[in-house]
């Protein structure tokens, strides 16, 4: 099957366009991927086309077969877009030329590629839009999971990378739940943006046919249609939107890939991940390393590069289209395939990592993250939370000097610090006690997580 190598926009011209222009300025390798949206958005068109009788029910039937036939043939590899037919757009009209002849350029009566690119991107947004949100369901759901596996087991909870106090781990899991939870909302929120239709804004001032851009807007299940035909095809908020929540979604993947890093080190020993998602060393035959982890922490650069791209291309351009824009697809594409992946990629290896329990119950059992209970024991007892805090810390001082854990340290010894010691500060002194006490909304104990997993339940 061979393409027309024929440019839309020749006929004024009485050169050829250079075939290196031609080629440095072809986007088809790229915007192919749009094809199905292409197609979809063409047929909508053409379909309102002759509902207002511009063209008649016989060409539009006509034209919609074709490209139908057109659809399956790019599906299946028969049509190989080639980079002289400059995009897909014209990949498609070329085809539906050899076809069904003249009828061919009725399709893009009171359209321009201007109003037509900007509609297959809605179209891809909306998609993408879906399937990111179902994969952050699917890590939200993985998550709940992690939670009611490990609610009551006991971890230790960290500011400024240092230990603080000892948490239930399934409250360390629900964090990253609400931060996706956000991600999701925000994905929502854009919908309401990107479903609202360009099409019918012609190149940029509109048309003098009698067009129905809100019957093209109902076809395609957009939720409105533009109010300002200049802006319709200017705009690529949404494309920016989109990828600054990609952005949002890989920040919050990278903080939590750290973790599992560092948890599975040697030196924290918190976390094991099974073999089926870890790597070796060429060299190093002990290693064991967490490269998901680290490649899903590495493309958040890319995401975030992507992000700017799209906001310089978009500085200072003047109104309305200008070829600039064309350079949105590779950012958006790239960012809509590396998100989605590193969601899905992510929640599996969640499912491939267990914590080292038994441990964790040896470190969390007498470490210094409780000093913080000492303090609030002594406030319970009315001493003023400043001087607990500096009576506390002087033990912590003499446990460090002494080596003597919290819980090992003598009442007589308490009492020296302050009169308020009674040897129910012993009870206090243990993690689980620690965290079954906390009774604040929201917070870290075994009870709270419980509440905090019904609702995640109910949200998802
Ligand atoms: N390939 C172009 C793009 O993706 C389509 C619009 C071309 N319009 C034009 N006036 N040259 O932006």
Same mark, same amino acid.
């Not at 949206?37 to 060409?59: C, K, N, P, R």
């Not at 533009?226 to 990609?246: K, M, P």
């Not at 991940?273 to 060429?282: E, K, P, Q, V």
């Not at 912590?396 to 007589?412: C, F, K, N, R």
């Given at each position: ?19 290196? =222009? ?62 002289? $037919? ?15 002849? =003249?009828? !061919?350029?009725? #399709? ?10 900007? *509609? ?43 230990? !603080? ?48 851009? =809100? ?41 939590? !890939? ?34 998901? !982890? ?40 790239? *960012? ?29 059992? $007498?470490?210094?993250?409780? =000093? *913080? ?21 002087? #033990? ?7 080596? *003597? ?29 620690? #965290? ?25």
């Amino acid at each position: 099957m061979s393409n027309k190598k024929e440019l839309l926009w020749q006929s004024r011209f009485s050169e050829p366009f250079d075939r290196d =222009a031609l080629r440095f300025s072809s986007s088809v390798h790229v915007d192919k991927a749009l094809f199905r949206e292409d197609i979809e958005g063409s047929t909508a068109h053409v379909t309102m086309l002759a509902e207002e009788g511009i063209i008649s029910e016989e060409e539009s039937g006509q034209i919609i077969r074709g490209l139908e036939e057109i659809g399956a043939e790019l599906e299946a590899g028969d049509l190989v877009p080639h980079w002289e $037919d400059e995009d897909i757009h014209t990949v498609i009209e070329n085809r539906l030329k050899e076809k069904i002849g =003249a009828a !061919a350029g009725k #399709i893009h009566s009171g359209r321009s590629r201007n109003d037509q690119v900007a *509609t297959d991107t809605r179209l891809y947004l909306r998609r993408q839009i879906g399937t990111l949100g179902k994969a952050l369901q699917g890590l939200q759901k993985t998550l709940v999971s992690k939670a009611e596996t490990y609610r009551e087991t006991i971890i230790f909870g960290y500011t400024h990378l240092q230990r !603080a106090q000892p948490i239930s781990a399934g409250h360390y899991y629900l964090a990253y739940f609400n931060m996706f939870r956000r991600d999701r909302d925000r994905l929502t929120d854009l919908l309401k943006r990107v479903n609202i239709s360009p099409l019918g804004a012609a190149a940029f001032a509109g048309s003098t046919l009698p067009l129905n851009p =809100a019957r093209s807007a109902e076809l395609l299940d957009f939720d409105g249609v533009f109010s300002n035909s200049i802006d319709a095809v200017s705009d690529r908020d949404t494309v920016i939107e989109f990828i600054s929540v990609c952005s949002m979604v890989m920040m919050h993947l990278s903080r939590f !890939a750290e973790d599992l890093i560092l948890w599975s080190s040697y030196e924290f020993g918190y976390l094991e991940i099974s073999d089926a998602f870890a790597t070796g060393s060429s060299l190093m035959p002990q290693k064991k390393n967490a490269d998901i !982890a680290e490649l899903v922490r590495g493309k958040t650069g890319r995401v975030y590069g992507s992000l700017i791209t799209m906001l310089t291309i978009m500085k200072g351009l003047p109104l309305s289209y200008n070829r600039d824009m064309q350079e949105d697809k590779p950012p958006l594409f790239d *960012t809509a395939e590396t998100t989605i992946e590193s969601v899905s990629i992510f929640g599996k290896l969640l499912e491939h990592t267990t914590l080292k329990e038994e441990r964790l119950a040896k470190l969390t059992a $007498d470490d210094l993250s409780l =000093a *913080t209970e000492i303090a609030e024991y002594l406030v319970k007892k009315q001493l003023p939370f400043r001087d607990a805090h500096r009576v506390t810390g002087k #033990i912590v001082s003499h446990s460090l000097m002494s080596g *003597t854990a919290l819980p090992g340290i003598t009442l007589d010894v308490y009492k020296t610090f302050s009169e308020l010691f009674e040897s129910d500060i012993y009870a206090a002194l243990k993690p689980e006690a620690s #965290i079954k006490a906390k009774k604040t909304h929201g917070s870290c104990s075994f009870d709270s997580v419980a509440i905090q997993l019904e609702e995640a339940k109910k949200l998802l």
